[in-house]
């Protein structure tokens, strides 16, 4: 683990000692769906150097957050995935993405969307309440030619890469636009009539997704002091 600490008795430090540095938290983000390859990790981190990732995974498996497995396989390849004490992070994550869902604006250029994120977010705005009871089955289809399906059976929630043969609607949100139909910024009526959303199948299954899947309203940015 790095040898920077906060200097305090505090649980909240101490998880911050473990999970807080750069990249820490996004290489837990991607590993809770499942091991990974260095290979792997890398892909879905673009942006971090190689040396970098070394250093937080050795950290994390010193911490006891990862460890490293050998795959039965010919090419006996690695694979790093969470221990026990590292996938009770798994609702942190998600609670955590929600939470700075909330005040996602508009990707910049250089944003990278990977699969893992795609997935995720889904995981991430699932209203399990609301879906008692419902059986449903969507592909989305995201811009770059990312494809991945979500089965809803009554209130359980299963999402994987890659298209369904039995799907109920194939849902193509162009740009952006996701973000907005989940937040309520865009409904399922104007996105449809915009085109800035595309569907197959009965509308009826776009505006139950929107009821699915919710990213709370944004915050109220304050300014200046607060007087009450």
């Given at each position: 683990?790095?040898?920077?600490?906060?200097?305090?008795?505090?649980?909240?430090?101490?998880?911050?000692?473990?999970?807080?540095?750069?990249?820490?938290?996004?290489?837990?983000?991607?590993?809770?769906?499942?091991?990974?390859?260095?290979?792997?990790?890398?892909?879905?981190?673009?942006?971090?150097?190689?040396?970098?990732?070394?250093?937080?995974?050795?950290?994390?498996?010193?911490?006891?957050?990862?460890?490293?497995?050998?795959?039965?396989?010919l090419d006996a390849a690695v694979v790093y995935e969470l221990t026990e004490y590292?996938?009770?992070?798994?609702?942190?994550?998600?609670?955590?993405g929600l939470w700075g869902a909330r005040s996602l604006g508009r990707p910049a250029?250089?944003?990278?969307?990977?699969?893992?994120?795609?997935?995720?977010?889904?995981?991430?705005?699932?209203?399990?309440?609301?879906?008692?009871?419902?059986?449903?089955?969507?592909?989305?289809?995201?811009?770059?030619?990312?494809?991945?399906?979500?089965?809803?059976?009554?209130?359980?929630?299963?999402?994987?890469?890659?298209?369904?043969?039995?799907?109920?609607?194939?849902?193509?949100?162009?740009?952006?636009?996701?973000?907005?139909?989940?937040?309520?910024?865009?409904?399922?009526?104007?996105?449809?009539?915009?085109?800035?959303?595309?569907?197959?199948?009965?509308?009826?299954?776009?505006?139950?997704?929107?009821?699915?899947?919710?990213?709370?309203?944004?915050?109220?940015?304050?300014?200046?002091?607060?007087?009450?």
């Amino acid at each position: 683990m790095s040898g920077r600490t906060y200097g305090q008795f505090c649980g909240l430090a101490r998880a911050l000692e473990i999970i807080g540095e750069r990249w820490s938290l996004l290489i837990v983000r991607d590993l809770v769906l499942g091991p990974k390859r260095f290979t792997e990790l890398q892909a879905g981190l673009p942006k971090i150097p190689a040396s970098t990732l070394s250093a937080r995974l050795n950290e994390l498996e010193q911490s006891g957050v990862l460890r490293r497995r050998l795959l039965p396989q010919l090419d006996a390849a690695v694979v790093y995935e969470l221990t026990e004490y590292g996938g009770e992070l798994d609702q942190i994550v998600l609670d955590l993405g929600l939470w700075g869902a909330r005040s996602l604006g508009r990707p910049a250029p250089e944003d990278v969307f990977t699969l893992d994120a795609a997935i995720l977010s889904l995981y991430t705005t699932f209203q399990s309440e609301k879906a008692k009871g419902i059986q449903a089955t969507y592909e989305l289809h995201y811009p770059g030619g990312m494809v991945l399906h979500a089965i809803i059976e009554d209130g359980a929630l299963k999402v994987a890469d890659g298209a369904h043969p039995d799907a109920d609607a194939i849902i193509e949100p162009l740009g952006p636009f996701i973000k907005d139909l989940l937040s309520g910024e865009l409904t399922a009526a104007d996105a449809t009539r915009t085109g800035k959303v595309r569907i197959e199948g009965a509308f009826e299954y776009l505006e139950l997704f929107t009821e699915l899947f919710h990213i709370p309203a944004a915050p109220q940015v304050s300014h200046g002091i607060v007087i009450r």
